[in-house]
């Protein structure tokens, strides 16, 4: 069974910082990898998708990176802002199945 | 196009009575996902269909959960009888097929007291 670990579960670091949101995952035949936003009381934001024949991909100040031989994702981002002060979430997907979420990293920028 | 819609927004209800979530995917959006979130356990995947039909419904905690999907633009997800720990925020998804477009609804927050 598919799992899904964050780490680490929360992050406060000063604006203006680049950081890394680390997510690994047990089972390397993944069809694709996400990375959500989730705001205090709010849905989930898709943020970027890596498909299993990429190794990154890039939006803005994010980057996201995929290794799938370590089970591995990265989040990159870049010159924080207190904006970006969120819960990111990392998901799998498998053939065939729905998303397999990891429980986050909540980050905090302040200014 | 409005995005996924649930609703209602907020439920807070007694032990024992029945609760019935809704939700609208998008248009053109085959695919629908429940799942539950708590601070415990993160985000678990309930149930899910594909064109309608439920795929796989081995999350769906017990028998007093039950989801159904009559039609392309709408699905609900009921709890009879609800117990306070079904308390939880309850969200739909949609996307179209491979997991691409993945929406999520704003969420309802279930209480059960």
């Known amino acids: 069974k598919q799992e899904v670990t964050q780490i680490p579960a929360a992050l406060s670091v000063p604006e203006g910082e680049n950081l890394v949101l680390n997510c690994s995952f047990t089972?390397?035949?993944?069809?694709?990898l996400q990375w959500f936003r989730q705001d205090p009381g709010k849905g989930l934001t898709s943020l970027l998708l890596?498909?299993?024949?990429?190794r990154e991909q890039t939006s803005g100040r994010l980057n996201a990176s995929l290794d799938k031989s370590s089970g591995r994702s990265t989040l990159y981002i870049a010159a924080s802002q207190p904006g970006d002060s969120a819960t990111y979430l990392c998901?799998?997907?498998?053939?065939?199945?729905?998303?397999?979420f990891g429980k986050g990293t909540t980050l905090s920028v302040s200014s | 196009d409005a995005g996924v819609i649930q609703s209602p927004r907020h439920e807070v209800t007694e032990m024992g009575q029945e609760v019935t979530l809704r939700c609208k995917p998008i248009?053109?959006?085959?695919?629908l996902f429940w799942y539950r979130q708590t601070m415990m356990r993160g985000l678990e995947l309930l149930i899910y269909?594909?064109?309608?039909?439920?795929?796989?419904d081995s999350g769906m905690p017990e028998d007093r959960f039950s989801a159904k999907m009559p039609n392309a633009s709408f699905s609900t997800l009921k709890i009879q009888p609800s117990e306070p720990r079904d308390s939880a925020v309850y969200f739909c998804?949609?996307?179209?097929?491979?997991?691409?477009?993945?929406?999520f609804g704003s969420g309802t927050r279930l209480t059960v007291v």
């Open positions: 089972d390397s035949a993944i069809y694709n």
């Open positions: 269909f594909n064109n309608n039909v439920p795929i796989d």
């Open positions: 248009s053109g959006h085959n695919s």
């Open positions: 998901a799998v997907g498998e053939a065939g199945t729905a998303l397999i």
């Open positions: 890596i498909q299993s024949s990429q």
């Open positions: 998804a949609s996307s179209v097929p491979g997991g691409y477009g993945y929406t």
